[in-house]
């Protein structure tokens, strides 16, 4: 030959005196002839095979951290890669999770779950709250306690339920409201508390939202009572609701107890 060839695209000629050109190597590549190396596939691209005249930008849900590569890396579980041509993959930020490899995108956790990471690592997978507590919005990586006089019994919830009439929210008792004692009740407009019955009132039941008047001929003196007192022999009491019993009058008397006259 009076001449020499160029190298096509896709090989090179290194040395002087070469018979035959040499394909490049995978993870590298080479667009123009009568070249004498070959470029290396750039940060989030790769090269497959030999012979290559450009480098293909690694698709979503992979990533290449290096020069020269002939592969991409699909994102671990817990990470994601968007976009193509990735050096990297990106953790799924605190309220998503990924449990596949290889994603484009995390997910949000479903109402009454959240997604937190472990260990500095990101979240893999989402977590039911736990009785006691719920989660209204979707997307959460914390759960909420349930409030005052409402109480959460099942695991995975997204609301909390009010307390049932006559039942008390407690803190150390989340998962169920607490019936009042006999001697107390509570307030149907007030659920965090149980109330003591006043003077001339008792409750002899559990779970009620109000107390009852000491009927006639019984009285009570102090509060929290859970049954009325009889008026002693020598004392009546004609109204209800009453704290004490009346001493019979002069030249009267009351022969038995509980007398209302």
């Known amino acids: 030959q009076r001449s020499c060839l160029q190298a096509p695209a896709g090989s090179v000629t290194s040395k002087p005196g070469a018979a035959a050109p040499t394909k490049c190597d995978p993870g590298y590549f080479q667009p123009r002839a009568g070249q004498t190396s070959c470029e290396a596939a750039d940060l989030g691209e790769y090269v497959p095979q030999t012979g290559a005249t450009s480098a293909t930008l690694c698709p979503r ?24 041509g990735a050096a990297e993959a990106k953790p799924c930020p605190p309220g998503s999770y990924q449990p596949k490899t290889g994603q484009a995108d995390c997910i949000k956790a479903d109402p009454g779950y959240y997604a937190a990471g472990k260990n500095q690592q990101p979240a893999t997978e989402q977590t039911p709250c736990g009785p006691g507590s719920y989660q209204p919005k979707s997307g959460a990586m ?5 409030e005052p006089g409402y109480y959460v019994d099942t695991p995975g919830s997204s609301s909390q339920t009010p307390c049932q009439a006559g039942a008390y929210y407690d803190q150390t008792v989340t998962t ?3 019936p009042a004692q006999p001697g107390r009740f509570v307030d149907a407009g007030d659920s965090t508390v149980q109330v003591e019955c006043e003077p001339g009132t008792y409750q002899s039941k559990r779970g009620q939202t109000s107390c009852t008047k000491a009927p006639v001929g019984h009285f009570v003196a102090n509060t929290g009572a859970a049954a009325p007192t009889k008026c002693p022999a020598g004392t009546y009491q004609p109204l209800v609701g009453q704290m004490a019993c009346l001493t019979a009058s002069v030249n009267f008397y009351v022969a038995t107890s509980g007398e209302s006259r």
């Open 142 to 146: 914390y759960c909420l306690e349930s």
């Open 61 to 84: 849900g992979t990533f290449s951290a290096r020069v020269g590569s002939n592969t991409c890396s699909a994102a671990r579980i817990g990470y994601f890669v968007a976009q193509p």
């Open 176 to 178: 169920g409201c607490i």
